[in-house]
């Protein structure tokens, strides 16, 4: 296995697990909701790979930035609810700094290119 | 981390309702019912790799995967048990004779003494003893004076701890009604206190104890178990030792067995004063302990620790006067021109002085099982390559299946682990029958049981070899990569040239190993056989000898009537021909040396040549029952007493050193006349060179306690024993036999050592032989199949089958040749290493390297006739057809 993909992996985690932590700043959500907002916030632009996110998502959970729970939606289905946890605030502010310049710096690259097709192989 | 782990059927039933959730949020944007559950299936993906990546977070799934390599490892060894159980086989072989070889290293060479700090721990040594001295050895005794004088040194060795031995072999003992034997010491009152051994119960001696000549004792924690069952109750028990009573108050710790070479103990009393118990049961002439009184008894094996902060040098520097002086109480100085003996330390090792005498050939015979361990790793390494070359297709499937490479990797890794665990318990239960084995035959009574060091190199051997075993065959088995599973035709797939490479230059390796062992096991087998050849001048056929430790007597007078009367029974047995006594047992290793005067002179022989001589006390009849030619004068008779003249007989070579040309008898050795000259034969061991000796009448000389007597018998020498038995016990019903065996078997004791390492160095070269034969055959065997089809398309277009049967001939030929050429040099190598242990054979001994070249020959032909058989029975017609 090399470590180049290792690397690649790790920051496509983290550039998905900031998007999650950030639309969970807003209010408790179900997964599929999060990746509606995503979609919706980025302006359609990022494609949320749904396997990829409820991977990330119970990642979060074990990390316990965020934290799950059964609950209904508005529609009066099941769903699992996340809220951030404070530890998953205090990350949100640290990372939300350093990612700004990174992410800045790569929507210059990518909206020179038509921006990705997917956060995630 | 301890939180209750989140189930995949949870996980599903999330994903369940994104699904649900999202078809809503698909109606709601207008699309009807199926096409929104449709879409919103598409949008998410494979559910089952969302799944899958769930349960693959999980941290357990390396174990999971573990298990899975696991089970299909053994299933596959139980495909093909041949190839298993060979592998394994060879390993446990390897891995085994290198364990117990190096466990006997361990014990004997780099194990410390089981003492606190052994470090600071030094054995005393001298580089000699004094003129005009007796001594028991050379170089490691010293007299009383000498150790009092080294103990008030506080500032050199802090503690100087004292060792007498008791006696030559064991002492009578009575703990109960009945006479046993033990082995002890009589050591000083800061033996377990300034070695720092631990006593597992009760206390150890005391200087009080020493001064006082207090009669207690400590026993060892061995003699604790083997006699008493560990019973808690042993501390103040009466044990009689010589009749005398000692109190136990102590144990030692587990482990301690006493301070001298390979030597298991029983107890340690400290040093008496009382005659009896006189160093080696020697008795004293007046009622007080000569060895406390006499400077000139050089019999105490002295240890030392370093006082704190005082190095080795220093230590000797602030000793050496001291010890130089005190060697002279008692002789009035040195002589003119005598060279000053010259006090030196040693590492306290379990084993002092086994380092000079066995150490060259441990190392020696470490080497050679590494190279048996080389050469059967080297065989399993290629059977797995054959194997997994075999199964090429089988990982070429898997890879073009989108197995990863580290997959396989791994899972080869835990094939291996599974031969290595297998062959390495094995190896294990094999090591410790074979230590146990070695250990007698190397007369090692201690524990050689394997320790933590050991089992250390074993685990990393094993470890090292089952990486090996994983890393190796694995380029083998991806060489043919995925596209490989397309190809069908088993011929083109496995006519890899190069691969068949590795197995050559392996084999090629493996003969010149095994060319190494072979020199080597046949220099030895050759040492073994002219050691059995010496001469030792004298008849050993129907001598049967045993030890006598009488308590019963007191003076000299009742110790020569008891041996008298002993004679004179045992002399009328049906089927004795003759009976003698003897101080030292002749074989036993065991000479008394001291100087002499010739003539009432110290004979000058100038400087080279000391004037030490060997003696011996012995009995009427001595030279006629050993079966000694008597060359001139005669030996002793019945009628030399302690009040008749003193008389003395000597060797040729005794006469040739210090009387030369002149006639031999007549002349006067100290007060003794010269009766008689004897033909030279060994004393104390097989393989000593000849020295002067003399001997006298033991009724003449301080009578000894405990002698040895020899008989001369018709017909099975041992089967009398009982009847002799009989007759001692009409003299003195609780005097046991003291190691009663035949002559020959006592002398063959004293080369034990080299009869070990011969037969160890012949069964490690047929062990080597069985190897590479094996590997040779295998190697041989795998080309031949994989060429078939090339062999019947020779055949078909007009090759012979002599042709076809030298083909491959020829190749395993080629091999053994590239093997001896580079296994010469290295054997020669090795055989000097060996000149220490060899004995009338030379390093370079032709004989060795040419039935070691012919053996290799004889080997290859055999390993490979089986394959060219093979080969020249390829019916060219099918070999097309088969693919």
């Known amino acids: 296995m090399a470590t180049q993909e290792d690397n690649r992996i790790a920051l496509l985690q983290g550039t998905l697990d900031l998007l999650i932590l950030k639309t969970l700043a807003l209010g408790p959500c179900h997964g599929q909701g999060v990746a509606r907002l995503i979609q919706r916030q980025s302006e359609e632009v990022f494609f949320v790979d749904h396997g990829s996110l409820y991977v990330a998502l119970q990642r979060l959970e074990d990390k316990r930035w965020i934290r799950a729970e059964w609950g209904v939606s508005e529609n009066n289905r099941k769903a699992r609810f996340y809220t951030l946890t404070a530890k998953g605030r205090e990350q949100l502010i640290e990372k939300t700094s350093e990612w700004r310049r990174l992410s800045r710096a790569m929507g210059l690259v990518l909206d020179g290119n038509k921006g990705p097709q997917e956060t995630e192989a | ?883």
């Not at chain 2, 003897?582 to 002179?601: A, E, H, I, P, T």
């Open chain 2, 1 to 883: 981390m301890f939180r209750r782990r989140r189930s995949a059927e949870d996980f599903a039933e999330e994903i369940r309702s994104h699904l649900e959730l999202e078809a809503d949020e698909l109606k709601r944007e207008g699309l009807g019912e199926n096409e929104a559950q449709r879409k919103a299936r598409l949008e998410f993906g494979s559910v089952r790799a969302a799944q899958e990546r769930f349960y693959l977070r999980d941290r357990w799934v390396w174990l999971d995967k573990l298990l899975r390599d696991l089970r299909f490892g053994l299933r596959s060894m139980r495909q093909s048990p041949v190839f298993a159980l060979t592998a394994i086989g060879m390993l446990a072989l390897g891995v085994g004779a290198n364990t117990a070889v190096f466990s006997v290293m361990n014990a004997v060479l780099l194990r410390s003494l089981p003492v606190a700090d052994p470090q600071r721990v030094v054995n005393l040594r001298t580089s000699r003893a004094p003129d005009r001295v007796d001594r028991i050895n050379d170089g490691d005794m010293f007299s009383y004076p000498v150790y009092e004088a080294l103990r008030e040194q506080k500032d050199a060795l802090s503690e100087v701890i004292a060792v007498g031995m008791l006696s030559a072999d064991k002492v009578n003992v009575r703990v109960g009604g009945e006479p046993e034997e033990a082995e002890a010491d009589m050591v000083s009152g800061n033996f377990f206190s300034g070695l720092g051994v631990k006593l597992a119960r009760g206390r150890g001696f005391t200087a009080k104890d020493e001064s006082d000549h207090a009669q207690v004792m400590v026993i060892s924690y061995k003699y604790w178990t083997r006699r008493f069952m560990r019973d808690p109750g042993v501390v103040g028990k009466t044990i009689y030792v010589k009749g005398v009573p000692f109190a136990v108050i102590g144990v030692a710790a587990e482990g301690f067995e006493g301070t001298d070479p390979g030597q298991s103990l029983d107890f340690w009393i400290p040093l008496q004063g009382r005659g009896e118990f006189n160093v080696l049961g020697r008795p004293a002439k007046d009622g007080s302990a000569m060895y406390l009184a006499d400077s000139k008894w050089w019999c105490l094996r002295l240890m030392g620790r370093l006082a704190p902060g005082v190095s080795r040098e220093q230590a000797i520097a602030r000793l050496q006067k001291v010890f130089q002086t005190a060697a002279y109480v008692g002789l009035g100085g040195p002589m003119k021109g005598e060279r000053l003996p010259v006090l030196s330390f040693v590492d306290a090792k379990n084993f002092p002085g086994y380092e000079e005498q066995a150490g060259s050939p441990l190392q020696v015979l470490m080497v050679m099982v590494s190279l048996v361990l080389l050469i059967a790793v080297t065989n399993v390494v290629m059977l797995l390559m054959a194997r997994n070359a075999t199964r090429q297709r089988e990982f070429s499937l898997r890879l073009a299946l989108g197995a990863r490479r580290g997959e396989l990797l791994r899972q080869l890794l835990v094939e291996s682990a599974l031969l290595v665990t297998a062959g390495g318990l094995l190896a294990w239960g094999f090591a410790e029958v074979a230590t146990r084995v070695l250990g007698r035959w190397a007369q090692i009574e201690s524990s050689l049981a394997p320790d933590g060091v050991v089992l250390g190199v074993t685990l990393g051997v094993l470890a090292l070899v089952a990486v090996l075993f994983g890393v190796l065959p694995f380029r083998v088995a991806i060489a043919g990569g995925a596209e490989m599973a397309l190809k069908t035709q088993s011929s083109t797939s496995n006519a890899h040239a190069g691969r068949t490479r590795f197995g050559r230059i392996a084999v090629a390796l493996q003969m010149a190993l095994c060319v190494v062992l072979l020199v080597s096991g046949g220099l030895l087998a050759r040492t073994l056989w002219n050691l059995e050849k010496i001469p030792l001048g004298m008849q050993t056929d129907g001598l049967v000898v045993f030890g006598l430790n009488p308590q019963k007597v007191h003076t000299e007078a009742e110790l020569v009537q008891f041996y008298q009367e002993l004679q004179r029974r045992l002399r009328v047995l049906p089927g004795v021909e003759s009976v003698t006594v003897m101080q030292n047992r002749v074989g036993s290793l065991w000479s008394n040396n001291s100087n002499v005067m010739v003539d009432g002179k110290n004979p000058d022989l100038g400087k080279r040549q000391p004037t030490i001589v060997r003696n011996n006390d012995v009995g009427p009849d001595f030279f006629h029952t050993l079966g000694v030619p008597v060359l001139l004068g005669r030996e002793f008779i019945d009628a030399d007493t302690a009040t008749s003249p003193k008389v003395a007989v000597v060797n040729e070579l005794f006469v040739q050193t210090f009387l030369q040309k002149q006639d031999p008898l007549g002349h006067r050795m100290n007060d003794m006349v010269i009766v008689g000259v004897v033909k030279n034969h060994k004393y104390a061991n097989v393989n000593e060179d000849p020295m002067p000796m003399a001997w006298e009448d033991y009724a003449q000389m301080k009578a000894e306690g405990a002698m040895n007597v020899e008989m001369r018998v018709r017909g099975d020498a041992l089967a009398m024993l009982p009847m002799v038995q009989k007759i001692v016990a009409q003299i003195d019903p609780d005097l046991p036999l003291i190691k009663p065996m035949l002559q020959r078997a006592q002398f063959e004791e004293t080369i034990s050592q080299q009869i070990l390492f011969a037969r160890l160095g012949e069964f490690f070269g047929l062990l080597a032989v069985a190897l590479v034969a094996t590997g040779l055959y295998g190697t041989l065997a795998y080309r031949v199949n994989m060429r078939t089809a090339e062999i019947g398309l020779r055949m078909a277009v007009g090759a012979k089958r002599e042709q076809v049967v030298w083909m491959i001939l020829k190749d395993s030929l080629l091999l053994t040749a590239v093997g001896i050429a580079v296994g010469i040099p290295l054997a020669m190598l090795a055989g000097r290493s060996l000149a220490s242990v060899l004995y009338g054979v030379k390093p370079l001994d032709w004989v060795s390297y040419a039935l070691a070249v012919a053996g290799m020959v004889v080997v290859a032909l055999a390993a490979s006739a089986i394959p060219a058989r093979r080969a020249a029975s390829v019916n060219p017609l099918v070999a097309l057809h088969t693919d």
